[in-house]
Structure formats: structure tokens, C-alpha cells
């Protein structure tokens, strides 16, 4: 299947200063990691091996959008839908962050990132969010390109959120309902201060947003593609790009 959505694997993507010579390097990438279980079950190993796999992806990724312009990347890790899977599949899920930041914040720090996190942290077992939290506040102040992580991350449960909060200054008295607007949803959702993604990847051939960035997600490219997560590789990133930069975003208008 090759289409303006889903793309296969192609051979002559672009490099890095092909990439950048065409400019419009997208801002914000965001994306939604599928696949791991497939690739597993392909190789007849236990769906936790891919979720191992797959997170050995991350760092050459987020080196290579650093590499091109890139400032934000957002990755879904985690959802609140996940919770859902078997007890032992979570609890493997749930030690990962501390894995691998616990291995790569070095490296990270050396490379100038900035990790960030949004979700309902609070239910995340203790030894994640004490990863988690050591590591944003050990590269608070690295300027090169932002990864936030998607942990315990559900785009209806961020939204009613921002009703809630939203709420709670109308109940105050500090605002009324026609104050309510686009601005002011936006601003209450969570890493508000992030630019909305301009381009959403997502990997092992579904296509569907799985209550990922609901809100910030109205106006990006969408590319899908057939790649599985744990086999996903810098040269797909950049086939990503490249089909970005083809495309021309009108917002609504002509």
C-alpha cells in the first residue's frame, strides 16, 4: 500500500543534508510507537523481548531529529488504555523508563536533551516516576531538542482535565463561560507550552490516532507506515521528513 498516508519502506529517502538543504524541517514530530508485540511474535519470541527492542530505537531517533533541526519530540510510551494488558506485560512496560534512562541519561545529557513527561504521572509505580523525575530535573536546563515522553498519556482523560481546571476558575469566579475559547482549552492542556506536533509518524500499519493528542494533533501531517517500532530506523525518519516537506499545509484555506 503506497499512498498521501501510508508509505513503504523506500530505498532513496533523503539524508540529513538533503534534508536540511530542502528546509521546512517539521518543529514538533510526534510519535506513536506501535509494533513492538508483532515483531516479537514474528520471531517467536515473548511479546516483552519486542518492548525491549523497541526502546533500544529510541536514542538513535532522537539523535537523528536532533541532527536534521528538529526541537520537539513527543513519543506515546505509554497510554491509559494500556493498563489493560496482562499484569505481567505492564509490570515489564512499567520498568522500562527506569531501564532506559537509567542507561541513556548520560548520553543524553551529553547530547544536550531535554526530557520532559506528560500524563497522569501520580499512578505510575514509584521506581518510574523516580526515573522519570531524575531525569527531567538532571537536564532542566539542556537547550538541544526536547523528548517528551507520553507516560500513563490519554488525550480524553487530558481534555476532561482541562474542563475540570477550566471549572474550577469559573466556580472561583475568575472566569465565565464565554471566556471560554481555543486559547484557553490549549493553554490547560498539559505541556501546553509545547508547539502543537507538525508531523505525526506512526508505525506497524494501523491508522488510527488511539486517544493520542486529540486536540494538538487537527492541523499535522499524518504519515503511516508498514515498519515495525523495533525496526524502525533513522532512514525512515528522514522518509518521514521528506514527505513533509512535499506537502503543502493550508490550514483550512486554498
Same mark, same amino acid.
Given at each position: 500500500?503506497?499512498? #498521501?498516508?501510508?508509505?513503504?519502506?523506500?530505498?532513496? +529517502?533523503?539524508?540529513?543534508? #538533503? +534534508?536540511?538543504?530542502?528546509?521546512?524541517?517539521?518543529?514538533?514530530?510526534? =510519535? =506513536?510507537?506501535?509494533?513492538?508485540?508483532?515483531?516479537?511474535?514474528?520471531?517467536?519470541?515473548?511479546?516483552?523481548?519486542?518492548?525491549?527492542?523497541?526502546?533500544?530505537?529510541?536514542?538513535?531517533?532522537?539523535?537523528? +531529529?536532533?541532527?536534521?533541526?528538529?526541537?520537539?519530540?513527543?513519543?506515546?510510551?505509554?497510554?491509559?488504555?494500556?493498563?489493560?494488558?496482562?499484569?505481567?506485560?505492564?509490570?515489564?512496560?512499567?520498568?522500562?523508563? $527506569?531501564?532506559?534512562?537509567?542507561?541513556?541519561?548520560?548520553?543524553?545529557?551529553?547530547?544536550?536533551?531535554?526530557?520532559?513527561?506528560?500524563? /497522569?504521572?501520580?499512578?505510575?509505580? +514509584?521506581?518510574? #516516576?523516580?526515573?522519570?523525575?531524575?531525569?527531567?530535573?538532571?537536564?532542566? $536546563?539542556?537547550?538541544?531538542?526536547?523528548?517528551?515522553?507520553?507516560?500513563?498519556?490519554?488525550?480524553?482523560?487530558?481534555?476532561?482535565?482541562?474542563?475540570?481546571?477550566?471549572?474550577?476558575?469559573?466556580?472561583?469566579?475568575?472566569?465565565?463561560?464565554?471566556?471560554?475559547?481555543?486559547?484557553?482549552?490549549?493553554?490547560?492542556?498539559?505541556?501546553?507550552?509545547?508547539? /502543537?506536533?507538525?508531523?505525526? =509518524?506512526?508505525?506497524?500499519?494501523?491508522?488510527?490516532?488511539?486517544?493520542?493528542?486529540?486536540?494538538?494533533?487537527?492541523?499535522?501531517?499524518?504519515?503511516?507506515?508498514?515498519?515495525?517500532?523495533?525496526?524502525?530506523?533513522?532512514?525512515?525518519?528522514?522518509?518521514? =521528513?521528506?514527505?513533509?516537506? #512535499?506537502?503543502?499545509?493550508?490550514?483550512?484555506?486554498?
Amino acid at each position: 500500500m503506497d499512498d #498521501q498516508f501510508f508509505h513503504a519502506r523506500n530505498a532513496n +529517502a533523503i539524508d540529513n543534508t #538533503q +534534508a536540511t538543504k530542502l528546509g521546512n524541517i517539521p518543529e514538533h514530530i510526534a =510519535i =506513536i510507537m506501535d509494533g513492538n508485540g508483532r515483531w516479537a511474535k514474528q520471531k517467536g519470541l515473548p511479546r516483552v523481548a519486542g518492548h525491549r527492542e523497541g526502546m533500544k530505537v529510541i536514542n538513535k531517533i532522537v539523535a537523528k +531529529a536532533s541532527e536534521v533541526g528538529v526541537r520537539y519530540l513527543t513519543l506515546y510510551a505509554f497510554s491509559t488504555e494500556n493498563w489493560k494488558r496482562p499484569k505481567s506485560e505492564v509490570e515489564f512496560l512499567m520498568k522500562l523508563p $527506569d531501564r532506559f534512562l537509567s542507561k541513556e541519561l548520560p548520553k543524553l545529557k551529553k547530547n544536550n536533551v531535554q526530557v520532559r513527561t506528560m500524563g /497522569e504521572k501520580s499512578l505510575l509505580p +514509584a521506581h518510574t #516516576q523516580k526515573a522519570v523525575q531524575k531525569a527531567v530535573r538532571e537536564t532542566a $536546563d539542556n537547550t538541544g531538542v526536547v523528548l517528551n515522553l507520553a507516560l500513563n498519556y490519554g488525550s480524553r482523560h487530558e481534555l476532561v482535565y482541562a474542563m475540570k481546571e477550566i471549572g474550577k476558575d469559573i466556580e472561583k469566579g475568575k472566569l465565565a463561560a464565554k471566556d471560554i475559547d481555543e486559547k484557553l482549552i490549549a493553554s490547560n492542556l498539559l505541556c501546553s507550552d509545547l508547539p /502543537e506536533p507538525d508531523l505525526l =509518524i506512526r508505525t506497524s500499519g494501523e491508522q488510527r490516532l488511539s486517544n493520542f493528542m486529540l486536540w494538538q494533533l487537527a492541523y499535522s501531517e499524518f504519515w503511516f507506515t508498514e515498519v515495525l517500532w523495533p525496526d524502525f530506523t533513522e532512514h525512515d525518519l528522514l522518509q518521514a =521528513i521528506q514527505t513533509f516537506q #512535499q506537502r503543502k499545509r493550508r490550514y483550512g484555506g486554498v
